[in-house]
Structure formats: structure tokens, C-alpha cells
């Protein structure tokens, strides 16, 4: 059975570097093909992928934000680790981590998903 | 605005059919990627109804029916219920943007 798990804090500050932590369990990011992924949902508005980590370590960014993210895993730990730079007022959200289940590097979908941190940036 | 466009709302009464769409690119579902639908209840996390164009996951209500055609796809809710009342996202895999993209959401509204 397959569980994932946000931590981080639920306040920052504008300007501060926020990191997130998704410890899992049920599944190792030494198998392959596995990938564990960062989305995050602002309030009352769309989901948006921010980034992933392939069992190879392979990282895929959105574009839109590639400059203030880094993901990370620690898989002695089963730990995927997300930091986003330069935080701002729009950034307040929800972050979800999420199991991605697709044969390849590409495509796939988001088949388990934490419960989600609501993360506020405010001064 | 996103890649891949969805309706914001659409209703309907119990008992009636229902479809969402999701309108596509070349870049993803024309370059063959699938799409895959995830509903989200207030105050949760998404969860997916849908995968691969159209396989439900085990446990989900066979009154959903997933279809995709070019560079456009559907989902589909018959035997519409109060349960079936939330918020409905696509997803699918971009080439062009190298990541997954999510439709704008629609709001699903059992009248």
C-alpha cells in the first residue's frame, strides 16, 4: 500500500526559500520507473506541476518555475525533498507530492497522492 | 492559461449523463500521450478516475467512461449522482513543455 506524506512550514515569508519534505512508503525510488512528484493548488484554483524525480535521478522542472526549484531524493530515507526560491505572495498554496506511474521517462499519471501542506506566504 | 483547456462548470440532474472535455495540442495528446482524469472533493486530494484514455481504477464506479480523439478528450459520468458533485482535472504529458500539464478544472454541479 502505497502512502505519501507532506511536511514543511505552513508559514514564510516573502523572499524566503521554502522547503518541503514527502517521506513515503510502499514503493522504492530505486525501482525502476518510478517517480515521485511535486503539484501544488492555490486556493480555489487549478493544480500545476512543479517538478519530478525519476528512480535514475533524472529531474524534470515546469519551465515556468525551473529557475526557483530543486528536487531531491534521499531513497535510504524514501524521502523526496522540494525547494522553490524567492517565495512571493502567489506562491501560497497547497503542495501535494504524488506516486507517478508511467512505463517511461515521459507521459504517466499521478496514481497516489499525500494529503497535501497549505503553505501561506505572508510577511 | 492552460496547455490543455477544460470547461469551468457544467451540471446536471441526477440520472442524467454528463460530459467533461479537455481540448489538447499537437504536443501532447497529438504526439500520443494519454490523458487521465482525476476528481477532486472539497478539502482533499485529487484522485484519479481515469488513466490511459480510458481504464478506471479499481474502485471507480463504472459510470465513468474516459475517450480520447486527436487532440481532444472526454469524460463521461452517466447516472449522474450528489456524490459525483466536485471538481474534475485532466492530465496529460507534454513534449514540448517536457512535463505534465493539468486542464484548468471543471466544476461539476448535480443540480
Known amino acids: 500500500q502505497i502512502t505519501l506524506k507532506e511536511s514543511g512550514p505552513a508559514l514564510v515569508k516573502p523572499t524566503q526559500t521554502l522547503t518541503l519534505t514527502c517521506t513515503f512508503s510502499?514503493?522504492?525510488?530505486?525501482?525502476?520507473?518510478?517517480?515521485v512528484g511535486w503539484i501544488r493548488q492555490p486556493p480555489g484554483k487549478a493544480l500545476e506541476w512543479l517538478a519530478l524525480v525519476f528512480w535514475s535521478d533524472d529531474k524534470r522542472y515546469s519551465p515556468s518555475l525551473k529557475n526557483r526549484l530543486t528536487i531531491t531524493k534521499d531513497t535510504s530515507k524514501n524521502q523526496v525533498v522540494l525547494t522553490m526560491t524567492n517565495m512571493d505572495p502567489v506562491d501560497t498554496a497547497t503542495y501535494y507530492c504524488a506516486h507517478r506511474r508511467g512505463d517511461s521517462s515521459t507521459g504517466g499519471h499521478f496514481n497516489y497522492w499525500g494529503q497535501g501542506t497549505l503553505v501561506t506566504v505572508s510577511s | 492559461q492552460s496547455v490543455v483547456t477544460q470547461p469551468p462548470s457544467v451540471s446536471g440532474a441526477p440520472g442524467q449523463t454528463i460530459t467533461i472535455s479537455c481540448t489538447g495540442s499537437s504536443s501532447n495528446f497529438g504526439a500520443n500521450y494519454g490523458v487521465h482524469w482525476y476528481q477532486q472533493l472539497p478539502g482533499t486530494a485529487p484522485k484519479v478516475v481515469m488513466y490511459g484514455n480510458d481504464i478506471r481504477p479499481s474502485g471507480v464506479t463504472d459510470r465513468f467512461f474516459g475517450s480520447k480523439s486527436g487532440t481532444s478528450a472526454s469524460l463521461v459520468i452517466t447516472g449522474l449522482q450528489a456524490e459525483d458533485e466536485a471538481d474534475y482535472y485532466c492530465?496529460?504529458?507534454?513534449?514540448?513543455?517536457?512535463?505534465?500539464?493539468f486542464g484548468g478544472g471543471t466544476k461539476l454541479t448535480v443540480l
Open positions: 510502499g514503493f522504492s525510488l530505486t525501482t525502476y520507473g518510478a517517480g
Open positions: 492530465q496529460t504529458y507534454d513534449i514540448r513543455l517536457r512535463g505534465w500539464v
